[in-house]
């Protein structure tokens, strides 16, 4: 009885253990593809797409409070209003997609937006240029199966790139970083016309980038970020600008935190940021502007070192990509994009054409006349008007449908002026210009997308030049710049060293990083670390920095 229960046990155990793996894998997967990772096609993640779609159905051209917005967007996304908001939000700052009223918290100062019933928003012309159209849209059903949902959005522009995205799933993480709207478009155009182009992040936080191991963005790359600092006077500096993800109240923190551990001697920091960042730091008498500015970039916040890790979602599966690589994908879709656009516009001007055509034969061929003739029925009502057209139908396209004569026949029928057939004339003759214009453009399919970079950088191009002035960094050495904050004492005699011997003999005023070189008599030399306490060898003759 004892060993079945084990057995039994064991069972079970093992069916709870396959269910947690199941379980794991399926969560593991949800947060990668559903919330943390944006997918390739459209650059977006599924809140931002739904948000978006959403933003859309609600458009009239004016304002909509975000409460309103974050409403229509839960009929697609099964979550929380905060999470929706916080999305919102973070897509209005970017100042892209999205046109915004009221207040929207500031990325540099680290200020929260305003309550979703205080502020509004709209969708950009930029974003209904860009990024909708119902014709060329995948769609699925919603999670509740009441509406249909984009797949993806059908993104016209490298959206992931210009955006930056940031992300932790479980066991893996994506940070994009933002680049230059107008460098985007150039470099896209430069692609197109087989050209080598090179692209390096910019951020609406200015300051300036060393992107020297950037590494086109792939795991393992680095940048460096610097705030801009000037010299206001002898006594003052003004930082003006934040590096890429740290707030004016982080750097100051960290300016106070590295003068309390005395690595920077400084009298007082004040914020006065407004429209543009402005955080005050007055020095201590005697220090140097310059050795603190290099301090400010070694020991603080005002130089910060950004680590990419360029994670996208390809065919439901996370990968890793390079920028360059990103680019050219989001090009050659923007391509595929634009020859769906013009192969549907050319299939609805020649549906046009053909009933036009078929209207204008119908008319002055006097064919509606068969309607004023007694037939049985109205089948044979509409076979009788088929047949009259049979002279004609070589003229045409394609084949007349059932549906085409009965379309003809609901037209009111009245007397027919020269002046209508003239105008259906001119109709189809604007018609047949149309559509060789898109046939052209079909085969000219790289030009018509040169053009049509060209015209977005036009029209949207105005005051989006680069922000982050890129320069290579000379590298700091900290030892250099740290202010001595200790002293080094000595008991010459017993053989030791270190900045909590104060009864003993003063050396040397040093810094904590600092490296101490020392001789015996006997003959032994030791560079040490600054400590409390450290044996030498007794008989010490000399002790230095």
């Known amino acids: 009885m004892a060993k079945a229960n084990k057995e039994e046990y064991i069972h079970v155990d093992n069916g709870i253990g396959g269910q947690y793996k199941t379980w794991f894998l399926d969560y593991a997967s949800y947060v990668i593809l ?11 993640k599924p809140v931002q797409r739904r948000i978006l779609h959403a933003m859309k159905e609600m458009d009239d051209g004016r304002f909509n409070k975000v409460a309103n917005i974050i409403g229509q967007s839960m009929q697609y996304h099964p979550h929380g209003d ?3 908001g916080d999305a919102l939000v973070n897509l209005g700052q970017k100042d892209l997609l999205i046109e915004t009223q009221g207040n929207w918290g500031d990325v540099r100062t680290g200020d929260d937006a305003a309550a979703p019933r205080y502020i509004e928003a709209r969708l950009s012309k930029f974003a209904l240029e860009v990024a909708f159209n119902a014709k060329t849209t995948d769609w699925a059903l919603s999670y509740d199966g009441r509406k249909n949902e984009p797949v993806t959005l059908p993104m016209k522009f490298p959206l992931l790139l210009a955006q930056g995205a940031e992300g932790i799933a479980v066991g893996l993480a994506t940070k994009i970083l933002p680049h230059n709207f107008c460098e985007l478009i150039e470099a896209s155009i430069k692609y197109l016309r087989g050209k080598k182009f090179e692209i390096l992040p910019d951020f609406q936080t200015g300051g300036t980038m060393d992107a020297s191991n950037y590494g086109d963005g792939k795991r393992g790359g680095k940048i460096r970020v610097r705030a801009i600092i000037e010299e206001q006077d ?3 500096l003004v930082i003006k600008s934040v ?11 960290s300016i106070v935190k590295a003068t309390d551990a005395g690595k920077i001697k400084i009298k007082k920091v004040t914020d006065h940021t407004a429209a543009a960042v402005e955080v005050i730091i007055e020095l201590a008498p005697g220090i140097s502007p310059d050795i603190t500015i290099d301090a400010l970039y070694a020991f603080t916040d005002c ?13 439901d599966k996370p990968q890793f990509l390079g920028v360059k690589e990103l680019l050219q994908i989001a090009t050659d879709n923007t391509k595929d994009l634009l020859l769906k656009e013009l192969q549907i516009k050319l299939a609805e001007l020649q549906e046009k054409w053909h009933y036009t055509s078929l209207e204008k034969i119908f008319f002055e061929e006097k064919i509606y006349k068969e309607l004023e003739k007694k037939h049985e029925t109205w089948d044979k009502v509409l076979s009788a008007i ?15 449908t059932r549906e085409d004569i009965v379309k003809l026949t609901e037209k009111p029928v009245r007397r027919i002026y020269r002046l209508d057939i003239d105008e259906l004339n001119e109709q189809i003759k604007g018609l047949e210009g149309d559509i060789k214009q898109v046939k052209n453009d079909i085969a000219n399919l790289t030009d018509f997308a040169v053009a049509y970079y060209e015209n977005l950088l036009k029209k949207y191009g105005k005051s989006r030049e680069r922000k982050t002035e890129i320069k290579l960094f000379d590298t700091i050495q900290a030892k250099s710049v740290a202010i001595a904050n200790a002293k080094l004492y000595a008991n010459f005699a017993d053989g030791f060293i270190g900045t909590g011997l104060k009864k003993d003999e003063l050396v ?11 001789f015996t008599k006997g ?7 600054v400590s409390d306490k450290v044996f030498i060898g007794k008989d010490i003759l000399h002790v230095a920095v």
């Open 34 to 44: 559903e919330r943390a990772v944006p997918a390739i096609e459209d650059g977006l």
């Open 82 to 84: 905060a999470s929706i």
């Open 234 to 236: 002898k006594k003052t």
């Open 243 to 253: 590096p890429f993800g740290v707030t004016t109240t982080q750097l100051m923190e």
């Open 303 to 315: 130089e910060v070192s950004i680590s990419p890790n360029c994670c996208v979602i390809v065919k």
């Open 386 to 400: 088929d047949t009259a057209f049979n002279p004609f139908k070589k003229l045409l396209k394609r084949d007349i």
């Open 508 to 518: 040397a005023e040093v810094s904590d990083l600092d490296d101490i070189i020392a």
């Open 523 to 529: 003959g032994i030399m030791k560079v040490v670390k």
